[in-house]
């Protein structure tokens, strides 16, 4: 086993759900290759992400923050300018930055241009790359409409695809993410009555396998010679929802899960529930039939993951990198697949919040932990600090407002450890927000949990949602109106101001150089001498600059 960790490969899939793992109690998906992952490092089954929309929460995990302090606050929101991320923060140490798939990442033109970066420059690079170098960078959303690409920039998977031979202009969208139907036209993977078909690409050339062909050339590359960090990011099994043969028949109705939702739900919700359950959305994933369409698509997706996960292992134990390489599996967020009568992500139930996370540490002072479940409440933002921690780096507290999970990799839990976890929600630019007329600045959410309990606070003078994660795991029955919880409502509220009282934004000055600060005199050895009435109640050295003979002519 090796002493120090050398390299760090972060894995992260894409809407992949904690609780969608053989390892973390699913029915009938069987995730082998995880499942062994999980064996040989630490699994955190109660890990939250910061926000449950993708770029939100991936700025998060990039720069260790939470999304009110770094203000990325949904897709497409700039991360900006000046912002330090892992790149930045291990680059000091002798690790290299790589990145290999999705970051969601918007770049901050304007205050690129304001500050004269030059985007073609390597800092410009980095800026607009949430501080990774790139080695392989596709964010997997190419969407096209009659206003043009959602996303306008360049896909290498797509240029993949077309050096493979696969016909038309968009080849993700009329292969990869769609499939033929009966009369031998695309059958699109938007449509989720498609979800059953098989998408029209050998399954070698589709996403995930592919990445994953990027990740292994990356690590025979030139640029995996020194220490490094790769953000290995997948695309799925995030939407459309649609699957390569043979996966798409691994699973059938007979293995969806039953829903986890109640009539009660729908009896007077909270206003902002309300909406996301009437939206196209939720509405939607209500009804049976698309359940049962799109959740075994989802499966063979996460399959799929799985087995990708077996062939990346597999090299890393035959290039012995498992011997130097801290690994870690996680998501973004999760995905509600109808629980809540709900689709996509965005609230706070935890089928959306909550993320599956395993931590391999390769060094021996984690043997004893190998295998083992820790039920403490852990942060995306803890990874970050996790990462300086394995190379040997101080952990800037000033700025990275998570906490090294070293401690319990190495089996000694902290006994000060958080009591609550937080996620924010920004959801000022959807229809929900629009329907509720929620000005912007209002249209903001947060969760606070805690071993026991739920709150969800709105802004714009909404009542609170409240959980009793003890006694309803399953989040099916809102007590923020309960005149009876008015204590635990209060207490909750408590834990969400203190940490809006947190300290945040003093990013440039460190604890250690306030102290310094303290015990160096500051600005008094530097002659500003205030409050002082006479010589005799200071050090002479202060006022040495202020002595001798006064000169009585005036010059000139």
């Avoid at 970051?103 to 949430?130: P, Q």
């Avoid at 498609?194 to 292994?216: F, G, K, V």
Wanted: glycine share 10%.
């Amino acid at each position: 086993m090796a002493r120090n960790i050398r390299n760090i490969l972060f894995i992260m899939f894409d809407q992949l759900r904690f609780d969608y793992l053989s390892c973390t109690g699913h029915r009938y998906l069987e995730t082998p290759n995880i499942d062994a992952f999980a064996a040989r490092g630490v699994r955190f089954s109660r890990a939250y992400v910061q926000s449950t929309i993708c770029g939100a929460s991936r700025m998060s995990f990039y720069t260790g923050r939470y999304v009110s302090s770094h203000g990325a606050a949904w897709n497409n929101f700039p991360l900006k300018v000046g912002e330090m991320t892992l790149g930045d923060h291990l680059r000091k140490h002798g690790v290299s930055s790589w990145l290999i798939g999705k970051t969601h990442m918007k770049v901050d033109g304007e205050g690129m241009d304001r500050l004269g970066i030059s985007h073609d420059s390597v800092i410009g690079a980095r800026v607009a790359e949430c501080g990774f170098d790139v080695h392989t960078r596709d964010d997997g959303l190419w969407a096209q409409g009659e206003a043009g690409f959602y996303d306008s920039s360049r896909s290498p998977y797509n240029e993949y695809l077309a050096r493979k031979g696969y016909e038309g202009d968009n080849p993700w969208a009329n292969h990869a993410n769609a499939g033929i139907d009966n009369d031998g036209n695309i059958a699109s993977g938007w449509l989720m009555k498609n979800a059953s078909l098989p998408a029209n690409i050998a399954e070698e050339d589709s996403e995930t396998p592919w990445l994953t062909s990027q990740a292994i050339d990356f690590l025979g590359s030139a640029e995996a010679k020194e220490p490094w960090l790769c953000h290995l990011s997948y695309i799925k099994p995030h939407w459309p929802y649609i699957v390569p043969a043979h996966y798409h028949a691994m699973y059938g109705p007979q293995h969806i899960q039953p829903p986890v939702r109640d009539v009660c739900e729908k009896s007077n919700p909270h206003p902002v529930f309300g909406q996301f359950m009437a939206g196209t959305v939720g509405s939607a994933f209500a009804r049976d039939e698309v359940r049962e369409a799109v959740i075994p698509a989802y499966m063979g997706l996460v399959k799929q993951c799985d087995d990708q996960m077996g062939r990346l292992f597999a090299h890393l134990e035959e290039t012995g990198r498992m011997e130097d390489t801290m690994i870690v599996i996680t998501s973004d967020h999760g995905d509600y697949l109808g629980d809540h009568w709900l689709g996509e992500k965005e609230l706070f139930h935890d089928c959306s919040v909550r993320i599956p996370m395993i931590v391999y540490d390769p060094r021996e002072v984690a043997d004893a932990t190998r295998g083992s479940v820790s039920d403490a409440l852990v942060e995306s933002i803890d990874l970050a600090p996790t990462f300086l921690d394995a190379v040997g780096a101080k952990v800037p507290g000033h700025i990275l407002e998570g906490r090294s999970l070293t401690p319990f990799l190495h089996g000694v839990a902290p006994d000060d450890w958080r009591s609550y976890a937080v996620s924010e929600y920004d959801y000022s630019p959807t229809q929900a927000a629009k329907n509720l007329d929620v000005a912007p600045r209002d249209a903001r959410m947060f969760m606070v949990v805690t071993d026991a309990w739920k709150l969800i606070h709105a802004e714009g003078g909404f009542r609170p949602m409240l959980f009793d994660m003890k006694n309803d795991p399953g989040e099916l029955h809102d007590l923020g109106g309960s005149a009876d919880h008015g204590g635990i409502i209060e207490m909750m509220y408590e834990h969400l101001n203190e940490w809006a009282l947190r300290m945040s934004q003093r990013t440039t000055v460190s604890d250690e150089q306030i102290m310094a600060m303290r015990s160096g005199g500051g600005s008094i050895r530097k002659g500003i001498v205030l409050g002082v009435y006479d010589q005799d109640e200071i050090d002479p050295a202060l006022l040495v600059k202020y002595r001798g003979k006064a000169q009585r002519r005036i010059p000139g």
